[in-house]
């Protein structure tokens, strides 16, 4: 089945320092992507839509500026968190759909967990 | 009214009972309807993909969708304690716009 991996499970910075994500569809090609954040006990909420070739969408209230995504091919889509401090500490998931259209659910990646000291 | 409401448990059982596992919703346009399920510290996995009404049965697991009562079910049959995890039911508007979540129910199967 489709395989989405995701790169580093778990990180640990200081605060002000940056940190990227790797996602990477591996059996596929997904020209859209989409990153999640996930507390504990809550339930995934979508930050962003990554778009190969174009800019991301993000949902309200995400900073675009902080949370920078990439998805430069069809095979990977990168997030930075840039000047990371602690309330970013969270649990990212990224997403992807192996094909087009409604038969194609949204596969996951098994998630980066980010500590921020 | 949230867009989609799930019970977060916890759930407990004893090994080998029928789990009902459900969700409502508040938004006629949902189509898509998918439960994952999700182990501690790791991503969601797929486990049921519907479209619309009706019934879909994989092995032990049944997923139920319900458009006029906005209440869709998964139900997991002689459950085992490898089925303890977080259960996630999602849904969207079409089949390329992005997943609306629920909350997730904590379920624990005792062996």
């Known amino acids: 089945g489709a395989v989405v991996s995701q790169h580093p499970s778990r990180v640990i910075c200081k605060s002000g320092t940056s940190v990227k994500i790797e996602c990477r569809s591996l059996?596929?090609?997904?020209?859209?992507m989409f990153w999640y954040r996930q507390f504990p006990k809550q339930s995934l909420m979508l930050m962003a839509t990554s778009n190969e070739g174009s800019k991301a969408t993000y949902e309200q209230g995400v900073e675009k500026d902080k949370f920078l995504i990439n998805h430069a091919s069809l095979t990977l889509s990168t997030l930075t968190v840039t000047s990371a401090h602690p309330e970013d500490s969270s649990f990212y998931i990224c997403?992807?759909?192996?094909?087009?259209?409604?038969?194609?659910?949204?596969?996951f990646g098994n998630g980066t967990r980010l500590t921020v000291t | 009214q949230k867009e989609v409401e799930q019970d977060p448990g916890p759930l407990s059982v004893p090994e080998g009972a029928i789990v009902s596992l459900n969700c409502t919703y508040s938004?006629?346009?949902?189509?898509?309807f998918m439960w994952y399920r999700q182990y501690s510290r790791k991503g969601p996995e797929l486990l049921m993909y519907t479209y619309s009404s009706g019934n879909k049965e994989d092995g032990r697991f049944t997923a139920q969708v319900d458009k006029s009562s906005k209440y869709i079910s998964l139900f997991i049959r002689d459950s085992q304690p490898s089925d303890s995890a977080t259960y996630l039911c999602?849904?969207?508007?079409?089949?390329?716009?992005?997943?609306?979540f629920g909350k997730g129910t904590r379920l624990s199967v005792i062996a």
């Open positions: 997403s992807a759909r192996a094909g087009q259209g409604g038969n194609s659910p949204l596969h």
């Open positions: 938004n006629s346009a949902f189509q898509y």
């Open positions: 059996d596929f090609q997904a020209t859209t």
């Open positions: 999602a849904m969207s508007k079409t089949g390329n716009t992005p997943l609306v």
